[in-house]
């Protein structure tokens, strides 16, 4: 806007006058203005009432079907056992509920550990060395789909090793005021459920320092059949001498059971020889195996065949070599001398075998003119005369092996201390590696595990070719062919399958939650790293139950298992990893066990009906109570909006009120609000047949007030007889409460059809035209075009008015000048005649 001086030589108030001048047209345009604000003022008043015309209408489509209306209700007899809710689906009538067990999130609490430890204590101080190349201390946490191998080094701190613990998937900390580790899975039940084992001698050793060698692990190691079954015993009480795992000893007995039943049949005279003298076998040693009288082969039940099998498993002794061994055979390779000097030796033997060595060095009966032994001596004495057992941090956790004045070790002290023996017999065997060349166990489950990942391996190759041609689509679906018929061929083999579920239980991990498959644990696995895990097993439960090694127990771990809650309802057992278990739309939430069955009710829920009917009501009521509120406005006929400058003269309150007066009347007798109300108000009040009989509102005491009886603008509102919260009707029999009690269905039908007939009331009132949009019951589209062209008007004024004022201004302005002149020449004349 240009800054105008107007007024300085004719002294006239030019801005008053051209205003005066150009009002006329300032009035057209404050006219539009005016126009404009009160239209979008009723655009406002439109969307608001619209948004809750739409808002019922939605729920009315929700209830004029069937499944609004199913409310159950379920109680319980026994509400400290379990807690249940019923869905619409839910069948009425009492079913019979145990609780057998309830789910448990898996949890480990370590060990207390000295009580100097903290966060930033590293492995070293705890006495765990990283270990060797063949030895790593080594562990596997393993949840229900993932399979982590973590590598303690020496450097490593506390708070780090439980930063690999979170890594691995399951939820860890170290307590420094307790001294524990806390370890828990990250979802309750089976499902959730986690281990922690060892993977090498120093990853089992490691664990006992950090308390973490669970009292669950400890028995699935020391527990013949569960870890140990896949090594293979010897039958040395039969001429056949046969190795039989736990699984293929069930077999055998399976085998006798028939032979001696049925007869000959068709077992070859070897077999028939090996089955009479286990027979005799067992006879002659009934006391040991544990039992009173003589096998009755003919009927023996199953269960009581594979314990029998299980005691003649465990009398037998390992012996993977040939050489009645207690144990399985390792190799430890290694060199002594320097340069030229160095040679190289191999010694096969196993744990039992490397102590007996190792004393008769230590003892001087060993003859060391062997070359062998010699340098066996040399070896240990180089190697381990290095070795830390103990460190000030922690006491008793480790056996120190002494050393002599001349830094060898201190073969004296050792041949006179048993711990001292067995602690460095079980660094050798655990610095040597397994003889797959003299073990037949390693052998037949490393020749397994390879034909297995190697079969699956294929699989994933052709699963991963290119399918974006039709060629490709075609070398995919043979390659996957041919793939899969291979690890079909592999899996076919008994020896393959056998190995497959034992590595799947103890060291796999599933794909997902919801893809139960081993796939990926197989095609991503390291072929040696699981071998070598495996057999570490394998290899530790068959020392323990030789008696070669000894579990440390003294700081174990108390593990609670991850268990899926268990309820049986109606005699039918279902499983859940939480204790919310729902069956055909009944929720139960098991809070504690029970001993005896309890009882679980499931009814219509009268209540609930009751309250789905006066929410009904109560939205509809507000929204028509609203409407008539609207409609019957106050006429605000000599109310415009106000101009900037008619604001300029009034408080904010009256400005306030004043445009308040004209809101509250823009829908005043509103031809369309009005026939909004009509549909909904007459659709309400028809009559429904149900079943031959014709129903109303007022059947079921609900009913308008009239507009005699009713507050202002509340004529059309319903009301329920009986209803407590409403002082029209609170004193009026319950005929809607007693209706859904005794006849449910006839009242639920009648609430269909009455939704049903509304919903359509209003759905035409709603729908799209030239003038207004879809799901709208104003002319929307009408008002915004309107908007529109009073904006084009006030533009043209606008535009007028400043014409207008700016051909007024230049002709003041001229006058100004002009004026400004005439003054000048006049002051110059007087001052020439001495004016």
């Given amino acids: 806007m240009p800054i105008r001086l107007s007024g300085l030589a004719s002294g006239l108030d030019t801005e008053a006058i051209v205003g005066a001048l150009v009002s006329a047209y300032s009035y057209k345009k404050d006219k539009y203005v005016k126009a404009q604000t009160k239209l979008s003022w009723k655009q406002d008043a439109w969307k608001t009432l619209n948004s809750k015309v739409y808002s019922l209408y939605t729920s009315v489509g929700q209830m004029r079907y069937s499944s609004n209306y199913s409310v159950k209700k379920a109680t319980v007899s026994d509400t400290t056992k379990a807690t249940a809710t019923a869905s619409g689906s839910t069948i009425n009538g009492t079913q019979e509920l145990k609780i ?184 002659a040693n009934k006391t040991n195996l544990g039992l009173k009288e003589s096998v009755d082969w003919t009927s023996i039940s199953n269960d009581d065949l594979k314990a029998l099998a299980k005691s003649v498993y465990n009398q037998a002794t390992y012996d993977t070599t040939g050489t009645k061994s207690t144990a399985i055979t390792r190799s430890l390779s290694f060199s002594v001398g320097e340069g030229d000097e160095k040679k190289s030796y191999k010694i096969d033997n196993n744990l039992a075998g490397f102590k007996d060595l190792i004393r008769s060095i230590a003892d001087g009966t060993a003859d060391e ?58 660094k050798v065997y655990a610095s040597s590696t397994y003889a797959m060349s003299n073990d037949p166990t390693y052998r037949e489950m490393y020749a397994s595990l390879n034909a297995i990942r190697d079969g699956y391996l294929a699989v994933a190759s ?79 439960a068959a020392n323990v139950s030789a008696g070669n090694l000894e579990i440390n127990t003294t700081n174990q771990a108390h593990k609670v298992d991850g268990t899926d809650a268990e309820i049986e309802l109606n005699g039918v057992t279902y499983t859940n990893n939480t204790n919310s278990i729902t069956v055909n739309g009944l929720t139960i939430e098991a809070l504690a066990t029970t001993k005896e069955a309890i009882s679980v009710n499931v009814s219509n829920d009268t209540d609930a009906l009751y309250d789905k009917v006066k929410d009904f009501l109560t939205s509809y009521n507000s929204l028509m109570n609203e409407m008539q509120k609207l409609y019957n406005a106050d006429s605000a006929k000599d109310y415009e909006p106000l101009t900037e400058d008619e604001k300029a003269e009034m408080s904010e309150s009256e400005i306030e009120k004043w445009e308040q007066k004209i809101k509250d009347s823009l829908l005043r007798r509103d031809t369309q609000l009005s026939s909004i109300i009509s549909a909904m108000t007459m659709s309400m009040m028809k009559t429904y047949e149900v079943n031959g009989k014709t129903y109303a509102w007022s059947t079921f005491g609900v009913h308008t007030l009239g507009s005699m009886n009713a507050e202002k603008n509340e004529g059309y509102a319903y009301h329920i007889d009986g209803d407590s919260e409403d002082s029209y009707t609170s004193g009026n029999d319950e005929k809607l409460r007693a209706a859904l009690a005794e006849d449910p269905d006839t009242v639920i039908e009648f609430l269909k059809q009455v939704t049903s007939g509304l919903y359509k009331a209003m759905d035409d009132k709603m729908k799209s035209s030239s003038i207004k949009s879809v799901y709208t019951v104003y002319n929307d589209k009408e008002m915004a075009s309107e908007y529109s062209d009073y904006s084009s008007l006030i533009k043209t004024w606008t535009d007028r008015v400043t014409d207008m004022e700016d051909a007024y201004y230049k002709k003041f302005a001229a006058m100004e000048k002009a004026l400004a002149t005439l003054q000048g020449n006049s002051s110059s004349i007087s001052s020439l005649l001495g004016g």
């Fill in 369 to 426: 003119s062997d070359e062998k032994i010699s340098a066996l001596k040399t070896y240990l004495n180089n190697t381990y005369a290095d070795e830390v057992y103990k460190t000030e941090k922690v006491d008793d956790d480790y056996t120190a092996i002494k050393f002599g004045a001349n830094g060898e070790l201190d073969w004296a002290a050792i041949s006179g201390d048993e711990d001292m023996l067995n602690a460095l017999s079980e």
């Fill in 100 to 283: 057998n067990k309830l789910a448990q999130t898996a949890f480990i609490t370590g060990g207390e550990l000295d009580k100097s430890v903290t966060g930033s204590t590293t492995m070293m101080q705890l006495g765990i060395k990283g270990g060797t190349s063949l030895d790593k201390a080594s562990i596997s946490v393993r949840t229900g789909t993932k399979a982590t191998n973590i590598e303690i080094d020496s450097s490593m701190t506390v708070n780090q090793f439980v930063n690999k613990l979170n890594e691995a998937g399951v939820s860890a900390n170290f307590d420094e005021k307790n001294k524990r580790f806390y370890i828990g899975a990250k979802t309750s039940g089976s499902a959730g459920d986690f281990s922690i084992s060892a993977n090498s001698s120093q990853g089992l050793s490691a664990l006992n320092n950090l308390g973490l060698l669970s009292d669950t692990e400890i028995k699935s190691i020391t527990t013949s059949d569960t870890s140990s079954n896949m090594a293979k015993r010897l039958f040395e009480f039969t001429s056949a001498k046969n190795y039989y795992d736990l699984g293929e000893a069930e077999a055998l007995f399976a085998k006798i059971k028939d032979y001696k039943t049925n007869g000959t049949g068709s077992y070859t005279s070897d077999e028939k020889a090996e089955f009479d003298e286990i027979v005799s076998y067992i006879e």
């Fill in 462 to 540: 052709a699963e991963a070719l290119p399918t974006d041609t039709s060629e490709q689509i075609a070398i995919r679906a043979a390659k996957l062919r041919e793939a899969q018929e291979q690890l079909d061929t592999v899996l076919a083999d008994p020896t393959n399958q056998k190995w497959k579920e034992y590595i799947e239980k103890n060291f796999g991990a599933q794909n997902s939650e919801y893809d139960k498959r081993y796939t990926d644990f197989w095609t991503q696995s390291d072929n040696l790293e699981l071998a070598q895990s495996v057999f570490y097993r394998i290899d530790l």
